[in-house]
């Protein structure tokens, strides 16, 4: 028996019979509470009727009574509240703060067999499995799990924002400068998601508006900003940013970040900073007043052709400076496209429209991820191998949260395919 499980079955009131507390008085639960996840008892506001007395309080659960006196929340004032003291075993007299006398329900007999044996199954499958309701999903009703998907991007969009609101603080509250960083950032990916975020921070807009229309110069700005035209180089095209990196450095007083921070090993090469960065100078450039721009867009192919720009001619022959490779234009392609819709635009869009009040913006950017198809990576696969596919991108990103935040913590109580799969 866990803490949890008993928390879930009083949360949802999941209780067998007629109850009554150790006293033999009837208990009768007008309202169970809410779920404290913060410091103290571990539900609030709760109604419950003892004897025909209504009680309004908190109210704490234990497996063992015991808990009670080993927590030490007899000697603790933030439980003077409770009203009720629930657990599976009462092993121990207790007492509330300054020794009133506490109320206590013992449910061990209450809880059905079946929900502690399918709560077993999920908690402690026979073996190791990805998803820990993968045998038992086949019971769920399919139009359940797509509306708990419709929630779940919702969470995932949340999620996603909290970072919008980390750079929007930091931007002292400029939608522009936040949208370059933002872009910048997920522009790294994983491996370089770090250094060019910085980098960004290194190269204001007003600095690059300076210079939008000289393609080479806001290269020159990028790759010197980042450590990664420093030595000889015997192409011309190195060495010419570097000419126009040192002209421009004196002028605006700038300073490079460490070019060790940057990531090469195990990258794709059309991954390569050097091929990013030309890419982000490249939309940068041509883009003036970014985000507002952006703002007009609500159409998905639209923001695909938007952001799928390509590297200066001199990439099309290297990944790095002075090493040849067979020719190639390195654009960003739409794969790539998409995961700055999906990562950057669309969070900073919700957000926009979360702080502005505005239903239909948020509305915009849901709609963004439903028009794009559902991304590919191991944990699409997983679900895939359990009958559960994503249609678009707001199905994927609702099954990734899924996943991350449920599954692979085998966080089953408080998920809502688990919540049927409990009760069924």
């Known amino acids: 028996m866990t803490e949890a499980f008993l928390q879930y079955v009083w949360q949802h009131q999941l209780l067998d019979g007629g109850l009554a507390t150790t006293?033999?008085?009837?208990?009768?639960?007008?309202?169970?509470?809410?779920?404290?996840?913060?410091?103290?008892?571990?539900?609030?506001?709760?109604?419950?009727?003892i004897g025909g007395t209504l009680w309004a309080g908190n109210v704490e659960v234990h497996v063992k009574s015991s808990d009670w006196n080993q927590h030490k929340h007899s000697h603790n004032p933030d439980y003077d509240t409770v009203i009720l003291h629930v657990v599976y075993a009462d092993d121990a007299a207790v007492a509330a703060f300054g020794?009133?006398?506490?109320?206590?329900?013992?449910?061990?007999?209450?809880?059905?067999?079946?929900?502690?044996?399918?709560?077993?199954a999920l908690a402690n499958p026979p073996e190791p499995l990805d998803i820990p309701c993968q045998n038992h999903l086949a019971e769920v009703p399919?139009?359940?799990?797509?509306?708990?998907?419709?929630?779940?991007?919702?969470?995932?969009?949340?999620?996603?924002?909290?970072?919008?609101?980390?750079?929007l603080g930091e931007s002292r509250g400029s939608w522009e400068q936040c949208c370059y960083w933002l872009l910048a950032h997920y522009f790294g990916g994983k491996a370089n998601a770090l250094p060019f975020e910085l980098l960004a921070k290194s190269v204001s807009l007003g600095l690059m508006a300076r210079w939008r229309d000289n393609l080479q110069r806001c290269e020159a700005l990028y790759f010197g900003q980042a450590g990664l035209i420093e030595g000889y180089y015997e192409d011309d095209y190195p060495r010419h940013l570097q000419s126009d990196y040192q002209a421009l450095r004196k002028g605006a007083g700038l300073t490079p970040i460490s070019s060790h921070l940057?990531?090469?090993?195990?990258?794709?090469?059309?991954?390569?900073?050097?091929?990013?960065?030309?890419?982000?100078?490249?939309?940068?450039?041509?883009?003036?007043?970014?985000?507002?721009?952006?703002?007009?867009t609500a159409d998905a192919e639209d923001l695909q052709r938007f952001f799928n720009v390509q590297a200066s001619p001199y990439w099309t022959h290297h990944f790095q400076f002075d090493r040849p490779s067979p020719g190639k234009p390195k654009s960003l392609?739409?794969?790539?496209?998409?995961?700055?819709?999906?990562?950057?635009?669309?969070?900073?869009?919700?957000?926009y429209g979360v702080q502005h009040g505005s239903q239909q913006l948020k509305d915009q950017a849901i709609d963004i991820l439903q028009q794009l198809k559902p991304e590919r990576n191991a944990i699409l696969r997983r679900w895939a191998c359990c009958g559960v596919k994503a249609a678009n991108a707001a199905d994927s990103q609702a099954l990734i949260q899924l996943y991350t935040c449920y599954c692979d913590p085998h966080d089953c109580l408080h998920c809502q395919i688990g919540y049927k799969i409990l009760t069924h």
């Open 99 to 120: 020794g009133r006398p506490l109320p206590t329900l013992v449910v061990a007999s209450h809880i059905p067999e079946a929900l502690w044996n399918n709560y077993e």
């Open 23 to 49: 006293d033999g008085l009837p208990l009768v639960v007008e309202r169970a509470g809410l779920l404290n996840r913060d410091a103290g008892p571990d539900f609030l506001n709760a109604q419950v009727r």
């Open 142 to 167: 399919r139009f359940h799990i797509a509306s708990y998907l419709e929630r779940l991007v919702l969470e995932r969009m949340e999620r996603k924002c909290a970072v919008v609101r980390r750079l």
């Open 262 to 296: 940057w990531k090469f090993f195990r990258l794709r090469p059309c991954a390569f900073p050097t091929i990013r960065i030309s890419q982000f100078a490249r939309l940068v450039s041509q883009s003036e007043n970014l985000f507002s721009r952006l703002l007009e």
């Open 333 to 351: 392609g739409c794969d790539f496209a998409d995961v700055l819709i999906i990562n950057a635009w669309v969070p900073l869009l919700f957000e």
